[in-house]
């Protein structure tokens, strides 16, 4: 499975500011996936980033608020803009396994960096 | 639309203990199924995984059965360890390339010894 690095691995943070995550993948993917997990959750799928292309964004998440950047085939960055306390939570980058047959569905995580608002 | 159900936690067992974690789903198609682990300050790990029905997904002592008529994928491990405690994850991606993972609520998992 591929090893995936998060930066940084926890900030503290004051509100109306913004915070870049980066993620580094050791091998070549097309997909990367970004996630948060607020407090005592499960985790919600933000966007999901492909090299290349904008990235695509689920229900209730917007580009403004959460841009991400995929400059090549192993980095990506998700900022979190204009933080407010409800924005304290985890946020995990995966990515997707690749077989010779294509998808299989299997997604591999960061180790998560956790952003704490005040 | 899809949603994965988990039973309520937290859950508390002595060591040796036989472990059940319950998981039901729903879904439009024939998704595949996952269980992760995120042991404290950690990410998420996949513990095992299935990908059609009566498969049974099996690491480090846990199993799971993909149970389409019940739609049922519940873990289970026959002696827990202290090193089990843990917050365990049930998921499906809902079909071939959706690339898109629904995660239940999650299951606090505290083995005392």
């Known amino acids: 499975s591929a090893v995936i690095s998060q930066k940084p691995s926890r900030d503290i943070c004051q509100r109306g500011t913004s915070l870049t995550i980066q993620c580094q993948v050791d091998?070549?993917?097309?997909?990367m996936f970004w996630y948060r997990q607020q407090p005592g959750q499960s985790l919600t799928l933000i966007a999901t980033?492909?090299?290349?292309?904008?990235?695509?964004?689920e229900s209730g998440f917007v580009i403004d608020k959460f841009p991400i950047s995929r400059p090549n085939l192993t980095f990506s960055t998700l900022t979190v803009s204009n933080m407010s306390p409800e924005d304290s939570s985890i946020y995990l980058c995966?990515?997707?396994?690749?077989?010779?047959?294509?998808?299989?569905?299997?997604?591999?995580f960061g180790p998560g960096t956790r952003l704490t608002v005040l | 639309g899809d949603s994965v159900t988990q039973m309520e936690g937290p859950v508390t067992l002595s060591e040796e203990a036989f472990l059940t974690i319950n998981c039901t789903y729903t879904a439009t198609g024939y998704p595949s199924l996952f269980w992760y682990v995120q042991y404290p300050g950690e990410g998420l790990q996949l513990l095992l995984k299935?990908?059609?029905?009566?498969d049974k997904g099996s690491n480090k002592g846990f199993e799971a059965t993909y149970r389409k008529e019940t739609t049922s994928f519940h873990l289970e491990k026959g002696s827990v360890q202290v090193s089990d405690s843990a917050v365990y994850f049930c998921?499906?991606?809902?079909?071939?390339?959706?690339?898109?993972?629904?995660f239940g609520q999650g299951t606090r998992l505290t083995i005392n010894p």
């Open positions: 091998s070549q993917v097309t997909m």
């Open positions: 299935a990908t059609k029905a009566d």
């Open positions: 998921a499906l991606s809902d079909r071939p390339g959706a690339q898109k993972l629904v």
């Open positions: 980033a492909n090299q290349g292309s904008e990235a695509t964004y």
């Open positions: 995966s990515v997707e396994e690749r077989s010779s047959g294509g998808s299989t569905d299997t997604q591999y």
